[in-house]
T-cell receptor, first 112, second 115 residues
Framework: DAGVTQSPTHLIKTRGQQVTLRCSPI?????VSWYQQVLGQGPQFIFQ???????GRGNFPDRFSARQFPNYSSELNVNALLLGDSALYLC???????????FGPGTRLTVT | AQTVTQSQPEMSVQEAETVTLSCTYD???????LFWYKQPPSRQMILVIR??????QNATENRFSVNFQKAAKSFSLKISDSQLGDTAMYFC????????????FGGGTRLMVKP
């Protein structure tokens, strides 16, 4: 079975621009979570979606938004990019809200 | 809010030897899970082992085992017979059962296995 997939692999954007990152969960998984991992640090929780509803939100500004589609794939949007948004963005899927999470390879975002 | 602390930024071990990575956490919750994740240079986060807080028995997965001390809020990872492929960042993570499956991660320990 395919694992969690994310696209694109790498992305370079300019300050002020907007970016959309995509994630496809493991088949049968209904929950998707997003994490931001700044270089040299542990991942920080951004959002969790389950059955297309937001179930959790981390301490991130409103510039960050996400959604989950009927096929359980998800998009993370970041508006008005700042240099500090440069990070590895990880998507994780799980069978349910209390199940363990499986991570994708991440999208490396560089903001210049 | 929960916090997870990994006090060893870097560690090294000789191939075939044993190494222990430390993790402490702070929470007022009684129902939770703890995890160790491995992140190799390829950056894919891989689940190594998990521990349910209500279980007294320490979890084991082949060469990986944990020492879970609930009262001390300590959760260390022991890697036996270290292999070159164990070289990676290791993250300790906490999941509060009452808050979905949001993970709170520690800052990580970089482990180098030397031949």
């Amino acid at each position: 079975d395919a694992g969690v997939t994310q696209s694109p692999t790498h992305l370079i954007k300019t300050r002020g621009q907007q970016v959309t990152l995509r994630c496809s969960p493991i088949s049968g998984h209904k929950s998707v979570s997003w994490y931001q991992q700044v270089l040299g640090q542990g991942p920080q929780f951004i959002f969790q979606y389950y059955e297309k509803e937001e179930r959790g939100r981390g301490n991130f500004p409103d510039r960050f938004s996400a959604r989950q589609f009927p096929n359980y794939s998800s998009e993370l949007n970041v508006n008005a990019l700042l240099l500090g948004d440069s990070a590895l963005y990880l998507c994780a899927s799980s069978a349910g809200v209390l199940y363990e999470q499986y991570f994708g390879p991440g999208t490396r975002l560089t903001v210049t | 809010a929960q916090t997870v602390t990994q006090s060893q930024p870097e560690m090294s071990v000789q191939e075939a030897e044993t190494v222990t990575l430390s993790c402490t956490y702070d929470t007022s919750e009684s129902n939770y899970y703890l995890f160790w994740y491995k992140q190799p240079p390829s950056r894919q986060m891989i689940l190594v082992i998990r521990q349910e807080a209500y279980k007294q028995q320490n979890a084991t997965e082949n060469r990986f085992s944990v020492n879970f001390q609930k009262a001390a809020k300590s959760f260390s990872l022991k890697i036996s017979d270290s292999q070159l492929g164990d070289t990676a960042m290791y993250f300790c993570a906490f999941m509060n059962n009452n808050a979905g499956n949001m993970l709170t991660f520690g800052g990580g320990t970089r482990l180098m296995v030397k031949p």
